[in-house]
């Protein structure tokens, strides 16, 4: 059950403002559903309060209260309450101090404080949702030192494209080498790879203030770490520069140009070498080589660098929670962490399109991080136990199309575990030698789609192998040829993909590599995938393999910590064929919770695996057909601003009678008025005394001769008449408009006269009923449109096939059907209250009229009693309700 918030925060805004210190607490239990017999029980000091002292209450694994005065030291008293063994014994989660002015809690699972007014508690209700199964999510903020980094490489970014022609693909790839060798210098100097800023400090040293000599220094810098160190090549040397030491590994083997750089590139990298970058994580070297990939390429590659707290997203609630609770469970059994240990040297991870390996370093570095952890643990049990790594980057794999990102992924895959293995001697003593670099990582470069996965990953039933990533999304209109060649190949058998985004391919061959398997997969994705059509096309065939989705992130906006943010819409969805829990996340204010439920729907709600799939007509009986607007196909030349057609009108007055006003989503939304040309009837010897006219429409027939649709070359016979006329002739028309904001409750729709001209940006319905315009503006159609439509970006883009027609209608008799439109009727009355608002003021939720919202609201419930008389508790019992009348529609 969906847990209502605004009531919660409601609630608190209450107590808070009428503060009763007697019954605080248990109004305090009241707002979070606490049961009300277990609230009579604690005001009636039962056997449930397991506090000792008077005026305590505490409710075993929930709350222990302690109220005090106002002179008492809060913070003392929130110490020693915290070493009480009675906390502990009890599994409180929440300990609250507070003298009713200063309000303290401390969340004892995560270790969180909160320190507030108490005036202020309604606005922190989210602290104390996990007492109603809303767990908070955990994962790592954001590296300061990354973004420092990002910002200082970024200027020099900047300066090299200012400075250098790069207007080619060959010139980015020598760019590219060029940063990613000055990372690792970076990187080395403050690692102990190199020693202390030796890298900065010869470039400080030895060259010139103007930076006349920087490129050929480092030319010879670059040269001598591709030198082993017994080569004669070394001796003839500075020894400024055969100090630097042979590195190995490919990354300094090719002959590249050095940019120009200048005085001011030489400030900037003397600059750069002044941060610590033993503090920065290897998978910022793909977010700095990525920044340098230009708008349309890294459009072509569906590139989106991933931030480190969203990769955790992805591999946290994968492996990394189970690992760490098969921890906990283990932490005082030397049997259980040695089998522990045993199992994580044997686990796989294998990102099937790695990128410049961010998945790949940020899973390896926490693994590490962990198995550190549990052989500490395992320590304190057996001091004789002997500490070794059974984790090697041999157990990572990827596949990558693009031959330079793989080499920036070998390479901060072994940056990475330079970084633990230099943690490692710090805890237990000795580590493996930095330097000459070893092979990192089972990097493949190759084609994902074309690749047989289990050949560059091999693996048997009980094998524990982890598919994660971010791979590219492409819409049909972003995709190349090849790509489209990639996914009839990856889709072979399939009747038809449709819309289907190409990201689709990994999750279906991902799905298919898991199957029948402890393998699971966790992969990021468009929103795309999981709403509209693309659902039916795709989820199907995976529930098919045995597979169900055991977590998942709705929607949301993430963005890098890249220096050009790569802001995307996205979803994470894991997939696994085994028997566990399955954990839904959502956002509450700025922070992620989860909750468990009994399954997870391929829209990312809790529900059945059912999808809603498109159809042609409605599946209600008696329900009329909804049709796109009129689409003009005229590159403008039909259409009118107001200026536009007065200035015709001066010179072409006749041209009156065919003037109509049009309406697009836009006029109908925010009042802008437009006109077109609607020529349907005119006779050529009309047309011709109207040369201003003719002159448009010859400019119609052009465009339409060059496109490389057939279908609208034909219409270039009838330049004159809009491509696609769907206009009713008379009468009224319900028009929806076909994208409008996910800010909106409802999506705005109104009546038009047939005089007045629908564009193709919405949809009509010819002849539409107040009853029509009742149910489809009621909340009941506009929660079935949020599941099922699909998004531009965020916005819902509504469909007439997706949405309309798989809508299951109520069936209602005459009196139902008068009174619908009664409030029908009501909503447009209200609405017209308002003549200088336009229909994006009216229905933003934040400036909603409120006589608005109660004609809305009444309709909304009339609605729902056609539907059943007992009301629906929360959106997901309203929508399950509607699904299995959908359900039932189908089957008939």
């Keep these: 059950m969906a847990v209502n918030q605004t009531k919660i925060f409601d609630t608190l805004e209450e107590i808070v403002f009428s503060l009763n210190q007697e019954e605080f607490i248990y109004d305090f239990f009241s707002a979070y559903n606490l049961p009300k017999a277990t609230i009579t029980q604690l005001r009636q000091g039962g056997s449930r309060n397991i506090a000792k002292e008077s005026g305590h209450i505490g409710l075993k694994n929930k709350i222990y209260f302690e109220p005090t005065h106002s002179d008492d030291d809060l913070d003392e008293k929130l110490s020693l309450r915290l070493t009480d063994p009675l906390i502990t014994k009890n599994k409180i989660r929440f300990v609250i101090i507070t003298d009713f002015l200063r309000f303290i809690a401390w969340d004892t699972q995560i270790g969180e404080r909160l320190d507030i007014d108490i005036d202020e508690l309604h606005s922190y209700y989210a602290f104390f949702l996990p007492l109603v199964g809303l767990e908070k999510a955990l994962t790592s903020s954001e590296n300061p030192a990354d973004v420092k980094a990002a910002e200082k490489m970024g200027k020099l970014f900047d300066l090299i494209k200012i400075n250098n022609n790069l207007t080619n693909t060959e010139d980015i790839h020598i760019l590219n080498v060029f940063l990613t060798r000055i990372l690792f210098c970076f990187f080395a100097e403050d690692t102990g790879i190199f020693s202390d800023t030796q890298f900065t400090s010869a470039i400080k040293s030895y060259t010139e203030d103007d930076g006349s000599d920087l490129g050929t220094f480092l030319y010879q810098i670059f040269s001598v770490l591709n030198t082993p160190e017994d080569s004669d090549k070394r001796k003839n040397l500075p020894k400024h520069i055969s100090d630097f030491r042979y590195v190995n590994g490919g990354l300094f083997s090719s002959d590249e140009s050095i940019p120009e750089l200048g005085k001011k590139g030489r400030r900037i990298l003397l600059d750069c070498g002044s941060m610590d970058w033993s503090e920065i994580n290897p998978d910022i070297f793909g977010s700095m080589f990525q920044a340098v990939i230009d708008i349309e390429q890294r459009g072509r590659l569906g590139q989106h660098y991933t931030s480190y707290s969203n990769i955790m997203k992805v591999i946290q609630p994968l492996f990394i929670e189970p690992l760490r609770s098969d921890f906990e469970k283990n932490r005082k059994s030397a049997n259980g962490l040695t089998r522990l240990l045993v199992r994580m040297g044997k686990i796989k991870v294998f990102d099937p399109a790695c990128g410049s390996g961010n998945f790949l370093i940020v899973a390896y570095k926490e693994l590490r991080k962990l198995e550190m952890e549990i052989i500490m643990a395992l320590e304190e049990i057996d001091p004789q136990s002997i500490p070794m790594s059974g984790l090697h980057l041999s157990q990572f794999y990827g596949i990558e199309i693009d031959d330079f990102a793989c080499e920036v992924a070998r390479l901060s895959l072994w940056l990475a575990e330079h970084q633990l293995n230099n943690q490692w001697e710090k805890e237990f003593g000795d580590a493996p030698p930095a330097l000459p670099l070893r092979d990192s990582g089972c990097i493949v470069h190759g084609n994902s789609l074309r690749e047989d996965w289990s050949k560059i990953c091999p693996k048997s039933v009980e094998d524990e192998v982890y598919v994660i990533g971010n791979p590219p999304f492409l819409g049909t209109l972003g995709r190349s040829d090849e790509q489209r060649k990639d996914m009839q190949t990856v889709f072979s058998g399939f009747k038809s993909l449709g819309s289907l985004d190409f990201v689709a391919c990994w999750f279906w061959k991902g799905a298919q590599y898991i199957k029948e398997s402890r393998a699971e997969l966790s992969l990021v994705a468009t929103n795309s995938i999981c709403q509209g059509e693309q659902v039916a096309t795709l989820w199907p065939a995976i529930f098919k393999l045995g597979l169900n989705i055991h977590f998942a992130y709705p929607t949301f906006t993430w963005v890098n910590n890249a220096r050009d943010k790569a802001a995307v819409h996205v979803i994470i969805v894991g997939l696994s064929s085994k028997e566990v829990s399955r954990r839904l996340y959502q956002k509450v204010g700025k922070e992620w919770h989860s909750k468990i439920v009994k399954n997870i729907s391929p829209y990312l709600i809790e529900g059945t695996n059912l999808v809603v799939a498109p159809v042609s007509k409605p599946l209600t009986e008696d329900i009329s057909p909804l049709l796109f607007g009129n689409k003009p196909t005229d590159n403008g030349n039909l259409l009118m601003d107001r200026y536009e057609m007065e200035q015709l009108l001066l010179k072409e007055p006749n041209a009156a009678n065919w003037i109509k006003k049009i309406v697009g989503a836009d006029e109908f939304l925010n009042g802008s008025e437009r006109y077109c040309l609607w020529l349907v009837g005119i006779t050529n010897d009309e047309l011709k005394r109207l040369p201003m006219v003719t002159t448009r429409v010859n400019v119609v027939r052009e465009f339409r001769m060059k496109s490389k649709k057939e279908a609208t070359r034909r219409k270039a016979d009838t330049p004159h008449l809009f491509d696609e006329i769907?206009?009713?002739?008379?009468?009224?028309?319900?028009?929806?408009?076909?994208?409008?904001?996910?800010?909106?409750?409802?999506?705005?729709?109104?009546?038009?006269?047939?005089?007045?001209?629908?564009?193709?940006?919405?949809?009509?319905?010819?002849?539409?009923?107040?009853?029509?315009?009742?149910?489809?503006?009621?909340?009941?159609?506009?929660?079935?449109?949020?599941?099922?439509?699909?998004?531009?970006?965020?916005?819902?883009?509504?469909?007439?096939?997706?949405?309309?027609?798989?809508?299951?209608?109520?069936?209602?008799?005459?009196?139902?059907?008068?009174?619908?439109?009664?409030?029908?009727?009501?909503?447009?009355?209200?609405?017209?209250?308002?003549?200088?608002?336009?229909?994006?003021?009216?229905?933003?939720?934040?400036?909603?009229?409120?006589?608005?919202?109660?004609?809305?609201?009444?309709?909304?419930?009339?609605?729902?009693?056609?539907?059943?008389?007992?009301?629906?508790?929360?959106?997901?019992?309203?929508?399950?309700?509607?699904l299995a009348r959908y359900e039932t529609l189908v089957s008939q």
């Excluded at 929806?736 to 038009?752: A, D, N, T």
């Excluded at 009941?780 to 096939?801: P, Q, V």
């Excluded at 299951?808 to 029908?824: H, S």
């Design 726 to 882: 769907r206009q009713p002739l008379n009468g009224d028309y319900i028009l929806i408009p076909r994208v409008s904001s996910e800010r909106r409750v409802y999506i705005p729709i109104g009546f038009f006269r047939s005089s007045i001209i629908a564009s193709d940006r919405n949809f009509i319905l010819p002849n539409g009923t107040l009853f029509d315009f009742g149910l489809i503006t009621s909340l009941m159609h506009n929660e079935w449109m949020r599941l099922t439509a699909m998004r531009l970006k965020s916005d819902y883009s509504y469909g007439n096939k997706i949405v309309y027609n798989t809508f299951p209608w109520p069936d209602v008799n005459d009196e139902k059907r008068t009174m619908i439109e009664k409030l029908a009727e009501e909503v447009l009355l209200t609405r017209a209250e308002f003549p200088g608002k336009t229909l994006a003021e009216l229905y933003d939720p934040e400036k909603m009229p409120e006589s608005l919202l109660q004609a809305h609201q009444t309709l909304d419930k009339a609605v729902d009693r056609l539907y059943r008389e007992k009301p629906f508790k929360d959106v997901d019992e309203r929508l399950g309700f509607l």
